[in-house]
């Protein structure tokens, strides 16, 4: 042997044996060990069936066991042939094999303590989330007192029609010293009662400070969706939603002081129908400009107060990877569900003019509809819950809402321009001279809805359900309405043009006096709807519109081509329309129809002389033919 040759202690059996059965129970340890640290690793642990992982834990307990019996007599064998020994006697197990035995035999007991030190830090991270919450709800509800210097002031009641739109007409009211009121004191109104001035105290919110609060909830329910997987964005949510019901209640809106608006009797004297047209047209005035009665009012309400501002904004402006939290969120939520109203409604079928689209197209574009709905209709996550709320005069334009409860909500006057509120329940909600351009309402639940004098233009309600909805006055012009639901629905002279009804189910609809011009109705159900005084020039219809006992009393035809459309002699006979109308066999054009097409402004002439006198209207005579 050379002096640089170097001798290879072999292990000793037992050394080895100690080793694999070590390794063997640290493999196997290690896995069930992580699952204590992280959310992700502790359900993939919880996907193991509970006797599998007894299974597991005996097996890692006999291979530990074995190897501390095996270790602890290498250990003794190691100390005990720690000395030297006689030349020629075997060696026994050196030092390094048992320092490596005692390494691994200490290897679980390191990770069990880095476990409970990620416990600890988890505890403490959680705790100090849960006070930060604390902190801002405590700010939520937080006051101040605030002392005015005012005096009481009685009058007596005004009648109605003097009131100028408003319904609450005060008797006594407290009025406080500022600049407004320096300059009234010194006109004294005749048959006012002026009571000395006082200084007042009253504990009103403390509003700077609750926005904070709530701007500290919106922070922590974004940094809740980066670090621990969105735990507590909904919880945030809960509580932002319990303070705007809690803090503007429905049951303090305003109503507006002209009443509910009563449609024209059945069979009326002309008498009744000619004030009911004036009436009509002082309550709803120019539809698209915006000038009805009720839409006036609606732009005098207050809006709501700077607190439930902000947290209207907050909840309305989360993101998108808040958005998939809400999706998973709950018992009945379905692992990796995806934030379904996002994925966009199905495109309408266009014809690139003004001739029909034919109704395969329709039937396939309302069954891809249907196949959307449906879709949406499985959403199992969290809602925004709005119900019983007043958010009159809010601006909600361009915030998210989709699927959020705003039943028995009261929003007259309220800004919802682009609003997102695909597949949301607004039942019974009061939007009187709301705003919603270009507002996404696909697959909402309107039944009983108020939208009297309400801006709807380009609003999308494909498949919406709005049975019973009052939308009198409403600018529907451009909305997409393609197979929504408008049973018993009342439209009196609503502004439907350009409007896509494609397939709607309109039956027993009030549609009085409607704007219906360019409007698509192909495959529309109208049965026994009444569309008296109704303006259809260039409506588009087909063989599968249904008109069956519709009232058409007074409509108006232009322009349209009915050949394959269901309707009645009868039904012609009680409109007016001119020799651009093109009627299906057998039926013939009634006596005063002009029989040549006029343009558009002789057109109206005739037809507003017709409408003033119709048993003494004569149609003109058709032009001289050119030699």
């Known amino acids: 042997?050379?002096?640089?040759?170097?001798?290879?202690?072999?292990?000793?059996?037992?050394?080895?044996?100690?080793?694999?059965?070590?390794?063997?129970?640290?493999?196997?340890?290690?896995?069930?060990?992580?699952?204590?640290?992280?959310?992700?690793?502790?359900?993939?642990?919880?996907?193991?069936?509970?006797?599998?992982?007894?299974?597991?834990?005996?097996?890692?307990?006999?291979?530990?066991?074995?190897?501390?019996?095996?270790?602890?007599?290498?250990?003794?064998?190691?100390?005990?042939?720690?000395?030297?020994?006689?030349?020629?006697?075997?060696?026994?197990?050196?030092?390094?094999?048992?320092?490596?035995?005692?390494?691994?035999?200490?290897?679980?007991?390191?990770?069990?303590?880095?476990?409970?030190?990620?416990?600890?830090?988890?505890?403490?991270?959680?705790?100090?989330?849960?006070?930060?919450?604390?902190?801002?709800?405590?700010?939520?509800?937080?006051?101040?007192?605030?002392?005015?210097?005012?005096?009481?002031?009685?009058?007596?009641?005004?009648?109605?029609?003097?009131?100028?739109?408003?319904?609450?007409?005060?008797?006594?009211?407290?009025?406080?010293?500022?600049?407004?009121?320096?300059?009234?004191?010194?006109?004294?109104?005749?048959?006012?009662?002026?009571?000395?001035?006082?200084?007042?105290?009253?504990?009103?919110?403390?509003?700077?400070?609750?926005?904070?609060?709530?701007?500290?909830?919106?922070?922590?329910?974004?940094?809740?969706?980066?670090?621990?997987?969105?735990?507590?964005?909904?919880?945030?949510?809960?509580?932002?939603?319990?303070?705007?019901?809690?803090?503007?209640?429905?049951?303090?809106?305003?109503?507006?002081?002209?009443?509910?608006?009563?449609?024209?009797?059945?069979?009326?004297?002309?008498?009744?129908?000619?004030?009911?047209?004036?009436?009509?047209?002082?309550?709803?005035?120019?539809?698209?400009?915006?000038?009805?009665?009720?839409?006036?009012?609606?732009?005098?309400?207050?809006?709501?107060?700077?607190?439930?501002?902000?947290?209207?904004?907050?909840?309305?402006?989360?993101?998108?990877?808040?958005?998939?939290?809400?999706?998973?969120?709950?018992?009945?939520?379905?692992?990796?569900?995806?934030?379904?109203?996002?994925?966009?409604?199905?495109?309408?079928?266009?014809?690139?003019?003004?001739?029909?689209?034919?109704?395969?197209?329709?039937?396939?574009?309302?069954?891809e509809v249907n196949t959307w709905k449906v879709k949406i209709a499985t959403y199992r996550g969290y809602r925004l819950d709005l119900r019983n709320t007043n958010l009159q005069g809010a601006d909600l334009s361009g915030h998210v809402l989709s699927g959020v409860r705003l039943n028995a909500a009261r929003m007259e006057g309220a800004d919802l321009g682009q609003v997102r509120m695909e597949a949301a329940t607004l039942e019974k909600a009061r939007m009187e001279g709301a705003i919603l351009v270009y507002a996404a309402l696909d697959g909402a639940f309107l039944r009983e809805v108020r939208l009297e004098g309400a801006d709807l233009m380009s609003a999308r309600m494909e498949g919406a359900k709005l049975p019973l909805a009052r939308m009198e006055g409403a600018n529907l012009m451009m909305a997409k309405l393609e197979g929504a639901q408008l049973l018993w629905a009342r439209l009196e002279k609503a502004e439907l043009g350009f409007a896509h009804m494609e397939g709607a189910d309109l039956r027993r609809a009030r549609l009085d006096g409607a704007f219906l011009g360019l409007a698509r109705l192909e495959g529309g159900i109208l049965e026994l709807a009444r569309l008296d005084g109704a303006d259809l020039r260039q409506t588009r219809m087909n063989a599968r519109t249904k008109l069956s006992k519709a009232a058409l009393s007074g409509a108006v035809f232009r322009e349209v081509d009915y050949s394959t459309v269901l309707i009645s002699q009868d039904q012609i006979n009680a409109t007016f329309g001119d020799g651009s109308v093109v009627l299906p066999a057998p039926l013939t054009r009634p006596a005063h129809w002009p029989q040549q097409a006029l343009d558009f402004g002789g057109f109206d002439t005739e037809y507003q002389k017709w409408q003033s006198d119709p048993a003494a209207y004569t149609p003109p005579p058709e032009p001289a033919s050119q030699p």
């Open 1 to 367: 042997m050379t002096p640089d040759a170097v001798t290879a202690m072999p292990l000793p059996t037992e050394t080895v044996v100690v080793v694999i059965l070590l390794v063997l129970a640290v493999l196997l340890a290690l896995p069930l060990i992580a699952g204590f640290i992280g959310d992700k690793r502790k359900a993939w642990r919880d996907k193991l069936p509970d006797r599998v992982v007894d299974y597991i834990g005996i097996v890692i307990a006999v291979f530990f066991v074995a190897a501390l019996v095996a270790a602890g007599l290498v250990l003794v064998d190691t100390i005990s042939n720690a000395v030297p020994q006689p030349k020629g006697a075997t060696p026994g197990p050196n030092l390094g094999a048992g320092a490596l035995i005692a390494a691994l035999l200490g290897a679980p007991f390191v990770i069990w303590a880095t476990v409970i030190k990620h416990r600890t830090l988890t505890a403490e991270m959680d705790g100090q989330i849960t006070d930060r919450i604390s902190k801002a709800v405590e700010q939520l509800g937080a006051e101040k007192v605030v002392s005015y210097i005012a005096r009481n002031v009685t009058r007596q009641a005004r009648p109605l029609e003097q009131r100028e739109g408003d319904d609450d007409d005060w008797v006594d009211q407290l009025q406080k010293l500022d600049r407004e009121s320096l300059t009234h004191d010194r006109t004294i109104e005749k048959g006012t009662e002026y009571a000395e001035w006082k200084v007042f105290s009253e504990t009103v919110p403390n509003i700077e400070v609750r926005i904070g609060g709530i701007l500290s909830l919106e922070r922590i329910a974004q940094d809740s969706v980066r670090h621990d997987q969105g735990r507590d964005h909904v919880r945030v949510m809960e509580i932002l939603c319990a303070y705007i019901r809690e803090n503007a209640p429905a049951s303090g809106a305003k109503d507006h002081p002209y009443g509910e608006w009563e449609p024209l009797m059945d069979d009326p004297t002309e008498e009744e129908r000619a004030a009911h047209l004036v009436k009509r047209k002082k309550r709803f005035g120019d539809v698209t400009l915006g000038t009805g009665l009720v839409r006036k009012w609606a732009e005098t309400l207050p809006k709501p107060r700077a607190d439930i501002a902000i947290a209207l904004h907050v909840i309305g402006r989360r993101g998108a990877d808040q958005r998939v939290v809400e999706a998973r969120w709950g018992k009945d939520a379905l692992a990796g569900a995806a934030w379904v109203f996002d994925d966009p409604t199905p495109t309408s079928p266009e014809t690139g003019g003004d001739a029909v689209i034919p109704q395969a197209q329709i039937d396939r574009y309302l069954a």
